[in-house]
């Protein structure tokens, strides 16, 4: 424990010398505590969390995407559009599984056995 300095005794010194005296407590006191507290008004807390706005949110949010998905949902083609549509497919599919030997497969490979 470290020795308190002369300046620091000096301060307890006073202190002591020149305190109040304590007044003597009351022997009702705690009984008007309580009454008085039965008497205040309680004030409610005015802070509002901001979880009180995720309902409204979500619900606006769910109602501007149905509003809206109608605008983003592809149109369906016109007969012309699907007509093109089959051509390119079947043009694709006989270029891919037909039996065409000038496919790049068969230049990739060496079919003469040498």
């Not at 005296?21 to 008497?39: G, M, N, T």
């Not at 807390?45 to 619900?59: C, K």
């Not at 093109?84 to 065409?100: I, P």
């Amino acid at each position: 424990m470290t020795r308190l300095t002369d300046d620091d005794e000096n301060l307890i010194n006073f202190l002591r010398q020149n305190s109040p005296e304590v007044p003597p407590a009351s022997p009702d006191l705690e009984w008007q505590i309580c009454q008085q507290i039965k008497v205040a008004p309680v004030e409610r807390n005015r802070y509002r969390s901001p979880l009180w706005l995720m309902q409204p949110a979500m619900a606006a949010g769910l109602l501007a995407f149905m509003i809206g998905y109608p605008s983003f949902a592809p149109s369906k083609p016109s007969p012309a559009e699907m007509a093109k549509l089959e051509a390119f497919m079947e043009s694709n599919w006989q270029a891919t599984v037909g039996d065409n030997l000038d496919n790049d497969i068969w230049h990739l490979t060496d079919l003469s056995g040498d």
